[in-house]
Nanobody, 132 residues
Framework: QVHLVESGGGLVQAGGSLRLSCAAS????????MGWFRQAPGKGREFVAG????????YYADSVKGRFTIARDNAKNTVYLQMNSLKPEDTAIYYC?????????????????????????WGQGTQVTVSS
């Protein structure tokens, strides 16, 4: 069992920045790939960013590429999402998620990260609201 807790959400004006954090516990953090998804009211869950167990493979949704940065600190069991140049359409609940990715597993398969069905554990979410 992996327990994920997101933090860092809030209300920000368009053009502003926020940094989300997701703290993991329960298993060896470095054996797990991590991802961020979001869900806006009335919409489905959308992939935002993903990072492999080593940090060597990173993927972004086209809608956030160049504005958001995902990073992980395996010593702190934490993954981050730095969000810059925020837009009102970024308003959503942001979820952290993870799936087991043991050593020797190919890390560079984008479908593993973008598909929510791949993920085994999810956090409770943190609200991000961007005002215009």
């Amino acid at each position: 069992q992996v327990h994920l807790v997101e933090s860092g959400g809030g209300l920000v004006q368009a053009g502003g920045s926020l940094r989300l954090s997701c703290a993991a516990s329960g298993r060896t953090f470095s054996d797990y790939a991590m991802g961020w998804f979001r869900q806006a009211p009335g919409k489905g869950r959308e992939f935002v960013a993903g990072i492999s167990r080593s940090g060597g493979s990173i993927y972004y949704a086209d809608s956030v590429k160049g504005r958001f940065t995902i990073a992980r600190d395996n010593a702190k069991n934490t993954v981050y999402l730095q969000m810059n140049s925020l837009k009102p359409e970024d308003t959503a609940i942001y979820y952290c998620a993870t799936f087991y990715q043991p050593a020797g597993t190919a890390e560079g398969v984008s479908y593993y990260y973008t598909n929510p069905q791949q993920y085994d554990y999810w956090g409770q979410g943190t609200q991000v609201t961007v005002s215009s």
